[in-house]
């Protein structure tokens, strides 16, 4: 079973750069994996950050960008605000109609 | 304006069934990608099942089979049949319109609860 991994927690200090990861139990991610990335706080709904693997969501301010460093997808957010502290989740598209969430990141600002 | 609007959640016995619906508006169901994804408490998040344009459907392994998902594009409404309910499938139901293999729109979800 593919296993979609990221870092359990981050901590960022405000105005700071952090990038969170997202990798593959077995292989290195790609673009051709489609990389997506989502931020949900406690009690709502998640949120469309990037897909694509760096195409921004309607409204998402650019210090959020998305990308692939070495095998694994990334995601940057850069300049750090207290509202970004949430919980972050990518998601890769494994092919033939199969999509897997992350283990998902908490980012602390502080 | 573009919005989907999840209902059908309760509390139900294990081994129960449900139907979840998901009304969309400000564009047509029937002409895009649609998933089901769930969030367990305290857990993150876990996609089930996806619907696209020409009606092929897939689904994670633990749902397979138990789960069905549909469309009716009159109601412009999307579905998750849920059969054999046990425990583990309590959860919060997000349904989702897909763009390029990512979730680009989400409900705010309706919560499932498997309790005897």
């Known amino acids: 079973q593919t296993v979609v991994t990221q870092e359990p927690s981050f901590s960022v200090s405000p105005g700071g750069t952090v990038t969170l990861t997202c990798g593959l139990s077995?292989?290195?991610?790609?673009?051709?994996?489609?990389p997506s990335w989502y931020q949900q706080t406690p009690g709502q709904a998640p949120r469309t950050l990037i897909y694509n693997t760096n195409t921004r969501s309607s409204g998402v301010p650019d210090r959020f960008s998305g990308s692939v460093l070495g095998n694994k997808a990334a995601l940057t957010i850069t300049g750090a605000q207290a509202d970004d502290e949430s919980d972050y989740y990518c998601?890769?598209?494994?092919?033939?109609?199969?999509?897997?969430f992350g283990t998902g990141t908490k980012v602390t600002v502080l | 304006e573009v919005q989907l609007v999840e209902t059908g959640g309760g509390l139900i016995q294990p081994g129960g069934s449900l139907r979840l619906s998901c009304a969309a508006s400000?564009?047509?169901?029937?002409?895009?990608?649609m998933s089901w994804v769930r969030q367990a408490p305290g857990k993150g998040l876990e996609w089930l099942s996806v619907i696209y344009s020409d009606s092929t459907t897939y689904y994670t392994d633990s749902v397979k089979g138990r789960f069905t998902i549909s469309r009716d594009k009159s109601k412009n409404t999307l579905f998750l049949q849920l059969n054999s309910l046990r425990a583990e499938d309590t959860a919060i139901y997000y349904c989702a319109r897909m763009a390029l293999d990512g979730f680009e729109i989400w409900g705010q979800g309706t919560t499932v609860t498997v309790s005897s």
């Open positions: 077995s292989g290195s991610v790609s673009t051709s994996y489609s």
């Open positions: 400000g564009f047509t169901v029937g002409t895009n990608y």
């Open positions: 998601v890769l598209c494994l092919g033939s109609g199969i999509y897997v």
